[in-house]
């Protein structure tokens, strides 16, 4: 897992200076190689226009009616952009729990979305309409030395792990953590002047390599459960986010149940909240 965020975050940070070096609002003319009536207009990061030639780079699409940037915090009316962004990490808490207590420390999530499109609702491009698809990896910490396993019925239960003498094994920092893919669709309101704004909408999420985890001797880690658990693998979220400038404080909670209950009496209802910084 270390090594597959520290992918993750060599992506970010090459797609981000490649993001960033791209990013610009610009009506230019080069005097040396274009007639006095050529000029070439740049949109962000994604579109750009020579007379009646057009260039697409690769991190983003754009539209912009009368090929003019527009005037709400660097966005222009209907966009569609790909790259890493709306980098985030957060608590990751589970409330109304049955069976087992959740330890806050080290319960987190962390992850990015790498497309993302917003579509204006009115001329002012104040109100209108933001999806994304991103991926996140999420860990809960558990309390009483408990773990995620199933008991000879085959039904997940969260309990100390013991060896055949019924005396607990040589482990520690017990966790539940997985991977998910997550699709919000949010209505967004944007202030252009105090580069303010607020989203509120849902989200789709879909969870795999569910895994029950331990320390074993204070350093290996080692799977305690890894296929078969009794969790949802789709779920939906309502999601919230105020905005200032780059940075926006989201939270988010669960709609539908966590795990399933043909196979565990556990319940829980993951939430969690956040900051979120926009890296285009």
């Given at each position: ?5 520290i ?13 960033a ?22 949109y ?10 057009w ?12 090929n ?55 001329k ?44 607990k ?5 017990e ?15 944007k ?17 795999h ?6 320390k ?25 986010k ?37 890296l285009?």
């Amino acid at each position: 897992m270390k090594k597959s965020l520290i992918l993750t975050l060599a992506m970010v940070a090459t797609l981000t200076t490649v993001n960033a070096q791209e990013h610009r609002h610009t009506h230019q003319t080069d005097s040396d190689q274009q007639t006095a009536t050529d000029s070439t207009i740049v949109y962000n990061n994604m579109l750009s226009r020579t007379n009646n030639t057009w260039s697409i780079n690769f991190l983003s699409i754009m539209s912009e009616p009368e090929n003019k940037p527009s005037k709400c915090t660097g966005h222009s009316k209907n966009t569609m952009e790909v790259g890493a962004m709306d980098l985030f990490l957060g608590y990751a808490g589970i409330g109304k729990t049955e069976g087992f207590t959740q330890s806050p420390d080290g319960s987190l999530e962390f992850g990015f979305n790498f497309v993302r499109g917003h579509w204006s609702l009115n001329k002012r491009n104040t109100w209108g309409i933001e999806n994304a698809f991103g991926v996140s990896w999420t860990r809960y910490r558990t309390e009483d030395n408990a773990v995620f396993l199933h008991d000879a019925d085959n039904n997940l239960i969260c309990t100390p792990w013991l060896d055949e003498n019924d005396q607990k094994k040589n482990y520690s920092h017990e966790r539940m953590t997985y991977v998910s893919w997550r699709a919000p669709l949010m209505l967004t309101h944007k202030n252009p002047k105090l580069k303010t704004g607020f989203s509120i909408g849902a989200e789709a999420e879909m969870r795999h390599h569910i895994r029950s985890r331990v320390k074993m001797n204070g350093e290996k880690r080692y799977d305690v459960l890894r296929h078969g658990m009794s969790v949802n693998h789709w779920g939906c979220n309502a999601i919230v986010k105020l905005t200032y400038h780059d940075v926006s404080l989201y939270g988010r909670y669960s709609l539908t149940p966590f795990f399933d209950s043909s196979h565990t009496k556990l319940q829980g209802t993951p939430f969690s909240i956040g900051l979120s910084l926009d890296l285009d």
